[in-house]
């Protein structure tokens, strides 16, 4: 699936950038097998969370210019019956049919 390598690459241009390995941009997107161009589309939005990304010409490797952390967490399993309440507001919305291809107007208040 698509949003996990995209989990797993956020965490690996982490910790690359964390131990300044990252090597030049050409390197750096080579290694996570991805554009250059795709590298400083992805480098430009974890920067417009605040993260002070900066490059070193000379160690030719990102680094942080202070302190950041990346947490990337997922959580994947079945709700209870309460969890499920909180999560839509007392309402069930869809049933299980709907996620199997064949949508059914349930709707439980």
Do not use: H, W
């Not at 390197?27 to 795709?38: E, G, K, N, P, Y």
């Not at 974890?46 to 997922?74: H, L, M, N």
């Amino acid at each position: 699936m698509k949003l996990f390598c995209y989990l797993d690459r956020i965490t690996t241009i982490n910790r690359l950038i964390n131990q300044e390995r990252t090597g030049c941009p050409d390197q750096f997107a080579t290694r996570l097998r991805i554009s250059r161009t795709r590298l400083y589309e992805i480098l430009d939005e974890i920067k417009s969370y605040g993260a002070p990304i900066a490059y070193d010409k000379t160690r030719q490797t990102y680094y942080y210019e202070r302190p950041f952390e990346v947490s990337v967490k997922v959580n994947i399993r079945p709700l209870n019956i309460n969890e499920e309440k909180n999560v839509n507001a007392g309402c069930i919305f869809f049933s299980k049919s709907f996620f199997s291809g064949r949508c059914q107007n349930t709707f439980a208040l």
